[in-house]
Every structure is written in structure tokens, then in C-alpha cells.
């Protein structure tokens, strides 16, 4: 069954062959800078790390990493959310958004780089409530567990194109991946059972550990600093964050590779109605966030508060409320932005944009005061000043970008930048079929 991209339908093995030969394409130029960027970072951050810099200096550190955690290991949730709802429209850029999931192999060593420059963690007031082995033990799991699981997603979901790769005469390394894929309705049911089940557990993971990032590095750092909201705010804009990552790759990768017949306008026309609701979704955390100590006006409340928002890190809260819901809400609210492929991309890139600068805000502040001693109050006219970064810090910021841009592009060096699986599945699900007099429409099969 044929389907119509605008100019001319393709068949399911036309779609097999062009896709496995764009992965070809992918450019050594670009994997080389990349590579040589992400070199120089970890060079700087062990120069860094060796010139003994203070706890406030590694804020910038535990920001990339934040944003990281966030944005680059939420894109991938999205496929697991679709799949489950039979949602039809995110099959073009699913493997865009799965290819997020080599991001653990650059945060899981940042991570345990940074666990280990948290302060004394007796008496602190934190959720681990001096358990043995808390924060670090448990955290460190959590974080490679979470690692574990996205990279066996990745694997398993490019097991049938690394079939379709030995069909096809390729007897390198994905004939080797391909194990013993045949494709049968038992391997089928039970590659789908194991998806949903591995699915479930990294977007469960995903959010607890969420939960612990906000508790162990930011809140339990910031006396009088208590919220049940700001956990669910941090998974949220990081989701958030994640879908527009997606947008703005796939609107790349569609761009570069000519994939306009695979990629089609509807996917971001689907996502880009999620982002709007994630966008209000952010305000409305954020409102929360603020309004019960604003009320309160407790001195620790307000104290917090002026840190976090009114005080040394003002600007960055302002551009991050900015970027984050008051711009996307203004052009998502608009049929002809929302019903492009420009529109979403260029919202998408202006939310990760906002979702870096918030992440500085909120771990800037929080490390500027992790060396506070435990019981003491912070007061809200003689808060650290802004802490600006140095050259090292900035490289360690590109680095740290550069080395998951480069395993990336790794990655699709073996798997096609769209599933061709889930592509055939599409091409079987939708038909057009004549309307009225002059039409046609798209007749979409709903599978159970």
C-alpha cells in the first residue's frame, strides 16, 4: 500500500534502501568536530576539576549536566508515550527522539564527577534522612540504571532494521546486531511486550530521578528551601525541553538528508500542539512554585526566593520565563505556525535554549550556597553575588554538548534516521482515498 508525501508514493522497499543508504551520508567532517570539541572539554573539565575550584564554580558543571539529564534523556519518552496511546502521528520522528538515548553514555561519568563534590551530608535535611550510602549510593544507581535502560531501548528498537541491513547484503556490524531477528509473530509480540515494559521503567526512572536531582542538588544546598512542587516542575520543563530537542533535530535531519518524503509536516503539527499544553503546563508550575512562600514570606521563603528569582540570578529567571512559556505560547497559539515544519522547529530551539539558562539559574544559586552550614538561614540582603563563568567552564559547557552531538551521529551511522519498521507499519495504517469532488483524505487504521 502506497502512500502520498506530496510528490510521489513510495513503496516499503524503496523505503528500505533509501533509508539504510542515509546513513552513509552522515558527515566525518562534522563527527570529527564534534569529537575534537568534546575532547577539549573533558580536557578543560580535568584542568578544572585539578585547580581545586570552589563549590559555586561547579555550579556551571552541574548545569550542562541538569540540562542534560533533562532535555537530551526526556526526547526519547515521547516514543514510549505514542506507543502506548497508538498515537499514529509521532511514527516519522520516533527514532529521531530514540537516538537521545546514547546521551547516558556522556552524562552517567559527568554525573559521578559531580556526586562526588556535594558537601557533608550529615544532619542535612534531604530525603535520604542520613541513610548509609544516601545521596551517593542511591543516586549513582539510579543514574546508570537509567543509562542502562535507554541504550537496550536503542538496541532493541533498531533490531528489525538491522535485519532489514542482512537482507539487504550488509554483512558488517548490523548483520552482527541483528543476532537472530527473523521476524516472526512470536519475536514480534515479544519485542513489543519488552519495549512497553523497559519503556514503563525508564519513564518511571526517568521521573524518580528527577526527584533526586532536585532534592540532593539543588533544594537540600538551599536552607529553608522546601517544595513539593519543584520535582514535577524540573521533569516537566525537562520533557518539555526534550519534545522541542526533537523537533529541532528532526527539522535538521529532514533538511540535511532530504528526507522530506519521511519525515512529513503532520509530525510537527502533532508535537507542536503537546508543546503548546507543555508550555502552559510551565507557567503554571512555575506560578506555583512562587506563590505559596510568596505568601508565607518566611525569611528562609523569601530568602530562597530572592536567590532563585528576584536576586543575583533575576536575569536568567526573567529570559528563562521568557523562552520557556511567554514566546512558544505566543507563537503556538497560531494555526499557520503550528501547521508548519519552521514553526515548531524554531519554537523548539528557543524552549532548549530557555531550558539551559533555567538550569543555570536554579544551580547557580543552589551551589552558591551548598558550603552554608547545616541549621543556618540565609539572609535576603546579603546573598553570594552572580557567579560568571571562566573560559574552562564555558569549554566544559561545549564539550559536554559536542560529546552527545558526536554519539549521536555515531549512532546513526548504524540506524537509519527513521525507523523503516515503524515506516512500513505507517505505510500499512494510512491510505488516501477520494472526498467530495476535488479531494482526497487521509484514512488512518487505528491497530488494537
Not at 541491513?165 to 519488552?194: E, F, K, S, Y
Not at 541549621?375 to 552527545?404: F, K, M, N, Q, R
Request: proline share 6%.
Amino acid at each position: 500500500m502506497a502512500e502520498h508525501h506530496g510528490a510521489t508514493p513510495v513503496t516499503p522497499e524503496e523505503a528500505t534502501r533509501e533509508l539504510l543508504a542515509k546513513t552513509r551520508t552522515v558527515s566525518t567532517l562534522w563527527l570529527l568536530i564534534l569529537g575534537v570539541l568534546a575532547v577539549v572539554g573533558l580536557v578543560a573539565l580535568i584542568i578544572f576539576a585539578m585547580g581545586h575550584p570552589t563549590r559555586a564554580q561547579w555550579g556551571y558543571v552541574m548545569s550542562v549536566l541538569a540540562f542534560l539529564l533533562g532535555a537530551t534523556q526526556a526526547a526519547p519518552i515521547i516514543c514510549f508515550i505514542t506507543r502506548l496511546a497508538k498515537g499514529y502521528w509521532s511514527l516519522p520522528i520516533r527514532r529521531v527522539a530514540e537516538l537521545f538515548y546514547v546521551t547516558g553514555l556522556v552524562t552517567t561519568p559527568l554525573f559521578l564527577v559531580m556526586v562526588a563534590q556535594l558537601p557533608d551530608w550529615t544532619n542535612r535535611p534531604t530525603i535520604w534522612t542520613n541513610w548509609k550510602g544516601g545521596p551517593v549510593f542511591y543516586d549513582s544507581v539510579f543514574m546508570i540504571g537509567l543509562a542502562l535502560t535507554g541504550l537496550a531501548m536503542l538496541y532493541l528498537t533498531g533490531l528489525p532494521d538491522y535485519a532489514e541491513a542482512r537482507a539487504m547484503g550488509d554483512r558488517g556490524i548490523r548483520a552482527r546486531l541483528a543476532r537472530g531477528w527473523m521476524g516472526t509473530p512470536r519475536q514480534w509480540q515479544a519485542l513489543n511486550a519488552v519495549l512497553v515494559t523497559l519503556g514503563a521503567f525508564y519513564l518511571m526512572s526517568y521521573v524518580y530521578f528527577h526527584l533526586f536531582i532536585t532534592s540532593d542538588f539543588a533544594m537540600s544546598l538551599v536552607p529553608g528551601w522546601k517544595s513539593s512542587v519543584f520535582p514535577g516542575y524540573h521533569a516537566l520543563s525537562g520533557f518539555q525541553a526534550g519534545l522541542g530537542l526533537t523537533l529541532v533535530t528532526a527539522a535538521l535531519i529532514r533538511k540535511w538528508m532530504h528526507l522530506e518524503r519521511y519525515i512529513p509536516m503532520d509530525a510537527f503539527w502533532g508535537a507542536s500542539k503537546l508543546l503548546l499544553a507543555l508550555s502552559l503546563l510551565f507557567f503554571y508550575f512555575t506560578w506555583s512554585e512562587l506563590i505559596l512562600p510568596w505568601y508565607g514570606r518566611q525569611p528562609n521563603e523569601i530568602a530562597y526566593l530572592t536567590l532563585l528569582m528576584f536576586g543575583p540570578y533575576k536575569d536568567l529567571f526573567i529570559l528563562s520565563a521568557a523562552l520557556n512559556w511567554l514566546i512558544p505560547w505566543w507563537f503556538l497559539i497560531w494555526n499557520p505556525i503550528r501547521t508548519s515544519i519552521a514553526g515548531p522547529a524554531f519554537v523548539g530551539a528557543i524552549i532548549v535554549v530557555g531550558n539551559l539558562l533555567d538550569r543555570m539559574r536554579i544551580y547557580l544559586a543552589s551551589w552558591s550556597v551548598a558550603d552554608v552550614p547545616v541549621g543556618a538561614h540565609l539572609d535576603a540582603d546579603h546573598l553570594p553575588p552572580t557567579t560568571y563563568p571562566g573560559i574552562l567552564e564555558i569549554l566544559i559547557i561545549i564539550g559536554a554538548i559536542s560529546a552527545v552531538g558526536f554519539c549521536y551521529m555515531l549512532a546513526m551511522k548504524l540506524m537509519p534516521p527513521v525507523s523503516i519498521w515503524e515506516f512500513k507499519t505507517r505505510l500499512l495504517l494510512k491510505v488516501e482515498r477520494p472526498f467530495l469532488a476535488h479531494h482526497e483524505v487521509a484514512v488512518v487504521a487505528k491497530p488494537r
